[in-house]
């Protein structure tokens, strides 16, 4: 079965600070995998995905993910955090045998200070 | 371009009454789904269609129905709303590859309906 962990509820970092989401999955099969951010009283928004090729992706707002395959990881990183950054943050998974269902994290809430 | 849309944006139900939540979009995309998002829980699949003319169950489907209306509409209706059935619903779309590709492309969300139910 798929499953995806963020495990923190929230993390914090001062403003020009870099920043880390973390996220591990499981999955049958290569994954495809996803970070989406949340604005309050927003639908979700795409950031990035890793769908196959090199393990740095990067995306959108300056943000980056790297897929590490043996430690089944894909954290989220932002070399220079901004408080307009402050938001939820998505991690999600899908197999590669050909389905849809994507799993979704429960989010992890990034706060910013500046 | 509006992307998705989703009708209402709020609504308050009682107990056993019925309603249908509306999604459009138009991107041209041939997958579509329907979320509910749940303080803690992230995102849950309620259902999906991967193309017109398909439906298929998610991770909670019970209390649901859908209809593919077209390629643009994807609706989801509760019969008989529940208390727990209070939640934010999303509608998302995204387009659709072929063989091992096929989920290998990002959803676009539309804005969300709070639903509570007394």
Redesign the interface.
Known sequence: AQS?AQPE?QVNVAEGNPLTVKCTYSVSGNP?L?W?VQYP??????LL?Y?TGDNLVKGSYGFEAEFNKSQTSFHLKKPSALVSDSALY?CAV?????????I????TRLFVKA | NAGVTQTPKFQVLKTGQSMTLQCAQDMNHNSMYWYRQDPGMGLRLIYYSASEGTTDKGEVPNGYNVSRLNKREFSLRLESAAPSQTSVYFCASSLRGTGYLAGAYEQYFGPGTRLTVT
């Not at chain 1, 009283?41 to 795409?46: A, E, M, T, Y």
């Not at chain 1, 899908?94 to 994507?102: D, M, S, V, W, Y």
């Open positions: 995806v509820d495809y996803f989406y009283n927003r639908g979700l928004q795409f995905k769908i998505f899908r197999g590669n045998t050909g389905g849809f269902k994507t979704f994290g429960a989010g």
